[in-house]
């Protein structure tokens, strides 16, 4: 019934004891000193373009794009979009990935897209791409590329999205679902 003299706990009594023998009110957890620790995805966002329209040679998709609204919420602040230009609400290394349904309007027609980065604000590289072959007149494709990006600067470093048809194929949209459109994760900093 006496107290236990401080002396006489050492780390290995306590480490040899079994979760079975502590019972009463233990003391509650603070996770303040922890180090070492991220907090997970703190960015993710989808957008789509919500209306399918016919392209042809190479053009940017500078309209048409909504955020995801079926389902889903975004993650953090999201990025923004203006005339087919997405930037980005932090610094860090994003995961991109662009996708694209094709409908072809020719029999073996080419078509696919690109994933342009800017780090000056204005020009603009390919820095990912990808293409399919549809073999028929009407047929269907889908193309998905992806790309991981070092946002260093959110005032110069950007991202649009261009698509090329070999004739004049129809880039498939709507808004109720993802048929085109781009998924940005945050995946750490810098």
């Known amino acids: 019934t006496a107290d236990i003299a401080n002396s006489a706990v050492t780390d290995a009594k306590i480490s040899a004891l079994t979760s079975s023998k502590l019972t009463g009110a233990l003391p509650a957890i603070s996770g303040a000193a922890l180090t070492g620790l991220t907090a997970g995805i703190t960015e993710m ?49 994003y995961l991109i990935i662009f ?12 078509n696919g897209g690109y994933i342009r980065v800017t780090t000056d604000g204005s020009n603009y590289t390919r820095r990912a791409d990808g293409f399919d072959d549809l073999q ?7 193309v998905a590329l992806n790309l991981v990006v070092d946002i260093e600067n959110i005032s110069t470093h950007k991202v649009k999205f261009e698509v090329e048809a070999q004739a004049s194929n129809t880039l498939r949209g709507d808004t109720g679902r993802n048929i085109t459109g781009a998924i940005f994760i945050k995946l750490g900093e810098t």
């Open 45 to 93: 966002d989808n957008w789509r373009i919500h209306t399918s329209y016919t392209a042809s040679g190479i053009n940017y998709i500078t309209s048409n794009w909504e955020r995801n609204d079926t389902t889903f919420q975004k993650i953090g602040t999201g990025l923004t979009e203006s005339s087919g230009v997405f930037s980005f609400p932090s610094t860090g290394k």
């Open 99 to 110: 996708f694209m349904s094709w409908t072809s309007s020719n029999a073996s027609n080419f």
């Open 136 to 142: 028929a007149n009407g047929a269907h494709g889908a």
